[in-house]
Structure formats: structure tokens, C-alpha cells
């Protein structure tokens, strides 16, 4: 089943749910076997990006109670540890935003937490060729994590978390040297963490330093235009900067980044688009 080939996630829906079908049928695996588990994570990732949250939270959190209990990994669990460990990854990559959608913040920071224990329990027992492409998915949860605290209130945390995965991106890049030019799972990865401090940095109103952080997310956003994590990244950067504009009474300079970030967003199928226009809309009738 490669339902990532389909057009679309309805597609992909439909063909994973006839293959959970066939499989009851054929009675040879259970609901609760690793292959069984693996595809209901795929069907509830196919939901999610259908629009249908809720039951696809509902499917991974019963996939989560499997594999994992609130606050760690689940101790015999019953399940090969690699398979389980990379099963909370795979789980913690969709329902940790979806719970934060929903504003259940310390929900997420508890799906990203054991998500990191899972991840280093791997780190060390991986193949090396694996190690990078797990390391990348590590510094996803980092900036989520840090994403989901400054949400919270805890600008703080966030401000010192993004820092240093900052750090670590940089560092890393550094490392592989013109490999880091390559498209993969670090893309624009350094943007989307600058982005987050942007944001935080907006919010404990350092507004000079949060155009700072912002301009130089738009400069690595530009590396790589075209990749779908860069396109969305520069729609969102461009947005905040006009939120900054607006803060500080400009206005007119928010409109032209407001209506910047709204032409990219439909041409690249990007950010919050509603969103947007709502603050279009509002500076348009003062």
C-alpha cells in the first residue's frame, strides 16, 4: 500500500480503509498487531489532512495507549522496542499538532515529551545511513515543543529551546557541508525555528529583534523556493512581519505584507488564508 503515491488524502482514505477491511476479513492479523497499528496511524494521518480531527485523534490515541502512557514510553508494552519506539514517532508527528489545534496544549507537550525519549532510545541503536533523517524528525518535535510553549505563555522556555535547537541546526548544516543544500527533512527547518522566535519575541514585544528573526527566516526561506516547508514558512514569516508593522502603527506597510503573504498563500496553497483576509479586511475599513 503506498497511499502517499494518491492524489489526494481522500484517496488514500479510502484505499487504507479497504485494506483494514480485507485484513478483518481475512482474520489473520489482530487489531492490536504491529501491521494492523501501523495503518491505522496512516488512515488517521489521511483524516487529519482531510479536515476530520476528531477522528483522528480519536484513532491515535488509542494507537498512542498501545505504545505509550502520558508521561513515557509504555513498559512492556508487548511490542518489539524499535518497532514501538519509531510507532510513537510516527503517532507523535500528527497528534501532537492536532492537539494543539485544539488548544490542548499540555496534551502536546506530553506527546512531544515521550516523542523525544522515543527518539533517543533510537539514536543509538539505528543504522548511522537512518541517524540523520531520525535527528531531523528529533529537532521537528524541539520546535514544536518550543511552538506549543510559547502558546502556552511560557515565552521563556520557548525563547531558550528554540535557541539552542537553532544552534544545533546550524551546527549540523555546518557539519554536512554542501549536503545541507540538498532538499530533505532539514529544509528550511532553521526558518521555521526563526519564524518561532519571531513570534516569541513579538509577544514579550521586542519588536525590533522579532523583525530581526523574521527577515533573516525570509532570507533562508528564499534558499529553497518551490519546497512546499519553505513556501509555507515565507507565507507565515511575511504575515508576522506585517503584524509588526501593525504594532508598531504602520498601517500601510501591514497592508503590503498582508496582501504580500495572501498572494503567495494562493499561489503555493499556504498559510492560514482565512486569516489573512480577516486582517486585511480590518485595516481596509479603518
Known amino acids: 500500500m503506498r497511499e502517499h503515491l494518491v492524489p489526494n488524502a481522500h484517496i488514500a482514505y479510502v484505499f487504507l480503509l ?66 514501538q519506539k519509531e510507532q510513537i514517532g510516527r503517532i507523535a508527528k500528527v497528534l501532537g499538532p492536532l492537539a494543539t489545534d485544539k488548544g490542548e496544549f499540555d496534551r502536546a507537550v506530553q506527546v512531544y515529551g515521550v516523542a523525544l525519549q522515543a527518539a533517543r532510545f533510537l539514536d543509538t541503536r539505528i543504522d548511522v545511513e537512518q541517524r540523520d533523517r531520525l535527528r531531523a524528525q528529533t529537532a521537528g518535535f524541539v520546535a514544536s515543543l518550543g511552538e506549543t510553549f510559547a502558546l502556552k505563555g511560557d515565552y521563556e522556555s520557548a525563547r531558550v529551546l528554540l535557541l539552542g535547537l537553532l544552534a544545533e541546526i546550524r551546527q549540523r548544516n555546518q557539519d554536512v557541508g554542501a549536503e545541507a543544500n540538498r532538499v530533505d527533512q532539514w529544509t528550511c527547518l532553521d526558518a521555521v525555528v526563526m ?25 533562508a526561506t528564499a534558499k529553497n523556493q518551490g519546497v512546499r516547508a519553505c513556501d509555507n514558512c515565507y507565507t507565515h514569516t511575511v504575515y508576522h512581519m506585517g503584524t509588526i508593522a501593525e504594532a508598531k502603527g504602520k498601517n500601510g506597510d501591514a497592508l503590503v505584507m498582508y496582501r504580500k503573504a495572501l498572494e503567495h498563500g494562493r499561489k503555493t496553497k499556504t498559510g492560514n488564508i482565512e486569516t489573512i483576509k480577516s486582517s486585511i479586511a480590518k485595516l481596509e475599513s479603518i
Do not use: H
Open 195 to 219: 519564524l518561532n522566535l519571531a513570534q516569541v519575541f513579538a509577544q514579550l514585544r521586542s519588536m525590533d529583534e522579532s523583525s530581526e528573526w523574521a527577515t533573516s527566516a525570509l532570507a
Open 18 to 83: 479497504r485494506a483494514l477491511e480485507q485484513i478483518y476479513q481475512d482474520k489473520q492479523l489482530g487489531e492490536e498487531s504491529a501491521e494492523v497499528q501501523e495503518i491505522v496511524v496512516r488512515l488517521a494521518t489521511a483524516a487529519s489532512l482531510m479536515g476530520e480531527q476528531e477522528p483522528a485523534m480519536k484513532m491515535l490515541e488509542g494507537c498512542w495507549e498501545r505504545v505509550a502512557d502520558d508521561q513515557e514510553v509504555k513498559k512492556d508494552s508487548g511490542y518489539p522496542d524499535m518497532w
